[in-house]
């Protein structure tokens, strides 16, 4: 027996009632999708990721190849939806079916959440290893054919959990049982911030766990194809040691790191703290006999260098400090490095740069929600992340392709709601399908701007 859809009312409109339900048939709120889907004709980030699994599974039992399953979960992901969950209805979604390449009436719908549930259980670490190098592969693809130098940017980040997630460990640095996940992202002479993988581990992970892994292979990509390129790795205090030195020596690249404070750095420094203080002294001073307003008092800090080896180290590196005062206290901050033809302030300056990629951590979490690892075991909650990183390549693309449009900067949550959440209604005839999209949608330029740029 069919059910009849729930009514609801509203106040009177022009002495009319109003009333709404939930049986519009092929209509959709996100006809954006069709963007996403230009974007994957273009880059294939589907294809090289179904190509990296091994589908044991019968081929005469399989009504959704992994390809389509991998293009359902990833648009889901771009568009806003990233609970399996969602999938229960979303997936008879006309524009979700269109992208994903099935006929949105006469086309069988597509995967429910089991089976969605199924393939992200069924990955293995080989596969898993497969699709990180395709993602890279990627995205090395999409830098600028003419780049002198690529910085690369590696940053971890407290991924809670809420479950009894395998590897679930209690961190006492964030106060919470939590995954911490390693993102790295590569920037080319175009200033654009990208996403290159993704790396889940444990939630007692050392900060330099897998480094090594990511630079090595995504080094290797990088060369192949722009043999001569500079490669400069930059990371924040927590990755300044032994280990990422050691290995950026046998990459033979540049690095840019932050460096703990410790007693010898405060000794070693001690000349530009100095130096800061007594600018401080004297700025205050003109401030007091009212020669200047505080309102107008400069920076008080100083830029130094002077050679250093800790312990484990080989032999001495250059280290940067930037002394400051603020708020009445000396705050030195101490960064090394190999780079010998930059100035002290250049170097911090560079090395302060690398607070786009948190944005890019921040953006990756709050809009894609990259930290819905809720699945039991670890390999599946990977999984998501990697599918989380190919919804990102695909969004850049987009982002890319607005370079001459006002959304060439936006975030992601931003281009989703004004790009993609477009009303429609679809209508499939004989010869082709129809996306009837609002026509008082606001951004029309634009978005054939884009589409112009994505089939190019």
């Not at 940053?155 to 959990?161: S, V, Y």
């Not at 890019?360 to 670890?378: M, N, P, Q, V, Y």
Request: hydrophobic share 40%; glycine share 8%.
């Amino acid at each position: 027996m069919t059910s009849v859809p729930v009514e609801f009312a509203f106040s009177s409109v022009g002495g009319r009632r109003v009333a709404a339900r939930f049986d519009g048939g092929d209509i959709t709120s996100d006809s954006g999708l069709l963007l996403i889907k230009q974007a994957n004709d273009k880059l294939k980030v589907v294809e090289s990721l179904a190509g990296a699994i091994c589908d044991t599974r019968q081929a005469g039992k399989i009504q959704h190849d992994t390809a389509s399953l991998l293009a359902q979960r990833m648009f889901g992901i771009a568009c806003g939806y990233e609970d399996a969950n969602d999938h229960d209805t979303l997936r008879s979604d006309a524009a979700l079916k269109v992208a994903c390449g099935r006929a949105p009436k006469s086309g069988e719908d597509l995967a429910s959440q089991p089976t969605l549930s199924r393939l992200e259980n069924a990955v293995t670490p080989r596969d898993l290893r497969r699709m990180m190098v395709e993602l890279a592969r990627i995205v090395v693809g999409q830098l600028p054919a003419d780049c002198k130098q690529i910085v690369l940017d590696i940053d971890a980040t407290e991924d809670p959990c809420h479950g009894q997630q395998e590897l679930n460990l209690f961190n006492k640095f964030y106060d919470s049982h939590c995954y911490l996940p390693l993102l790295l992202f590569a920037t080319g002479d175009d200033d654009q911030r990208r996403l290159m993988g993704g790396l889940l581990r444990h939630g007692k992970a050392h900060g330099t766990h897998g480094i090594r892994v990511m630079l090595k292979g995504a080094v290797r990509l990088i060369r192949q194809r722009f043999p001569n390129v500079q490669i400069i790795l930059r990371a924040d205090s927590g990755f300044g040691c032994e280990k990422t030195i050691r290995c950026c020596e046998r990459l033979g690249i540049d690095f840019v790191l932050g460096l703990p404070k410790n007693r010898r750095l405060t000794v070693l420094s001690t000349a530009v703290q100095m130096d800061a203080c007594i600018k401080y002294n004297q700025v205050g001073r003109l401030v007091e006999y009212g020669y200047l307003k505080e309102e107008e008092r400069p920076e008080c800090l100083e830029f130094g260098e002077f050679e250093y080896k800790a312990g484990p180290w080989k032999h001495k590196y250059r280290v940067v400090v930037k002394a400051e005062i603020t708020q009445a206290e000396l705050n030195p901050r101490f960064v090394v490095t190999n780079r010998t033809k930059m100035a002290p302030d250049e170097v911090y300056e560079f090395y302060c740069a690398r607070g786009d990629a948190e944005n890019g951590i921040k953006e990756f979490k709050a809009d894609l929600h990259a930290d819905r690892t809720s699945c039991h075991r670890f390999t599946a909650n990977q999984f998501r992340v990697l599918l989380h990183t190919g919804a990102a390549i695909l969004m850049q693309a987009i982002r890319d392709a607005a370079a001459a449009t006002k959304y060439a900067k936006a975030q992601i949550g931003t281009m989703r709601l004004r790009l993609l959440k477009i009303g429609a209604r679809i209508v499939e005839s004989v010869r082709c399908v129809w996306v009837h999209m609002s026509s008082s949608y606001p951004d029309q330029a634009a978005w054939q701007t884009i589409y112009t740029a994505l089939r190019i």
